[in-house]
Structures are given as C-alpha cells and as structure tokens.
C-alpha cells in the first residue's frame, strides 16, 4: 500500500516563529488532507489540498503531486498551534481510506 | 450544520466483553469511515460504509464489525475484547461516494480495556 513520511517527527518553536512540516508519499494521490489533532484526540481539518496552494490566515499549504510530497507551513505560530499535524493521503481510484502518517508534533513555547 | 457526532465518548470495559460504538455523520453524508489510532500504530484504518455497503475493510481480525443504517448512522462492535484494543476510535464522514472529497472526523470514543 502507499507509504505516507512525515518530518521533523518532533518539532520546538518560540512563538512567533515560522515552521514548515513535510509530507512525503509514495504513490498518485486523488486526496490528500492536513489535520491537527487537538489535546482531546479530535481531528480538525486543515487543509484538504490534493494538489495547488491554499491558505487560511496564517496557515497554507503546497501539493506538489508530480513530486509527490506536500508542505504546511505555519506563520508566526502561537501556543495554540501546538498540538500533532497529520498528513493523510487517499491513493487511487477504488480505495476509500486515507493513509495516514505518523505525524509531527509541534511544542510553541511562549 | 452539526458535525459528526461519537457515542459514547469515554468507555471502560474488561477483557472478554464486548462493546458497541455509535456514529452520526453529517447530515446528507453517505460515507462512513471508521479509524483505530493507538500510541504505537497510529492512525489505521478499519472500514468504510456507503449506502450500508462496506466497500473497505482494513486490515483487523474478524472481532472487529460494522454496520450502516439507511439513515447513514454507524455502529462498529468489537468483540471478545483485548487490552490490545485500548484506543480512541474515530469516526468520519464524507459527502461524495467517490472518496475524493474532505472527510470530517468526529471527537472520538476512548476505550480502555481492562
């Protein structure tokens, strides 16, 4: 099946610094989504980005699925953007789960 | 619009039982998935519903079932319970029947097998 990498694995910021979080698969993706797991196990969608650019406020997201990787960035982060991102991929026609990686989890410190 | 809703949200059972986990999607959506997310595996996937049809089956012993509704609500049983079941289970919907859409994950059920 397809293999979702996701890096840094851990990842420490002050607030107010940038960061970029990486996901690599190895497959043709028809959906790719970046979520962030909150403290209470709930995943919140970020971004659902099978290919192109996108942004919300100080968050956005490139799919660049020639090369089959994608890129979240976060902008002047802030305690709140702490918690786990998770990249998750659907690869194919006839295949209806996402694969999900493993995830990167950012500390903002103040 | 209500998102997806989990029932119930916290469950503690003991090893041999069986237990029975509820999920209301969106409304107007027909896909169901259902995920398994455990500290040393992460985020697997377990089945995959439309119009009460499993069209996706992970890779899980025949312990874990599901079922849909016609009024697309989902259930999923495990039974014959392990510790290794402990984990928060996560529900989501989607609204397309072609899996290429945005899929909205619920808050999730806790189970703690004792």
């Known amino acids: 099946g397809i293999q979702v990498e996701q890096s840094p694995p851990d990842l420490i910021l002050q607030e107010g610094a940038n960061s970029t979080l990486r996901c690599n698969f190895s497959d043709s993706v028809n959906n790719l989504q970046w979520f962030h797991q909150n403290p209470w196990g709930q995943l919140i969608n970020l971004f659902y980005?099978?290919?192109g650019t996108k942004q919300n406020g100080r968050l956005s997201a490139t799919t660049v699925a020639t090369e089959r990787y994608s890129l979240l960035y976060i902008s002047s982060s802030q305690t709140t953007d702490s918690g786990v991102y998770f990249c998750a991929v659907r690869a194919g026609a006839g295949s209806y789960q996402l694969t999900f990686g493993k995830g990167t989890k950012l500390s903002v410190i103040p | 619009k209500a998102g997806v809703t989990q029932t119930p949200r916290y469950l503690i059972k003991t090893r041999g039982q069986q237990v029975t986990l509820s999920c209301s999607p969106i409304s107007g959506h027909r896909s169901v998935s259902w995920y398994q997310q455990t500290p040393g595996q992460g985020l697997q996937f377990l089945f995959e519903?439309?119009?009460?049809?499993?069209?996706n089956k992970g890779n899980f012993p025949g312990r874990f079932s599901g079922r849909q509704f016609s009024n697309s609500r989902s259930e999923m049983n495990v039974s014959t319970l392990e510790l290794g079941d402990s984990a928060l289970y996560l529900c989501a919907s989607s609204l397309s029947s072609l899996g290429t859409d945005t899929q909205y994950f619920g808050p999730g059920t806790r189970l703690t097998v004792l």
């Open positions: 980005i099978p290919s």
């Open positions: 519903y439309f119009s009460e049809t499993q069209r």
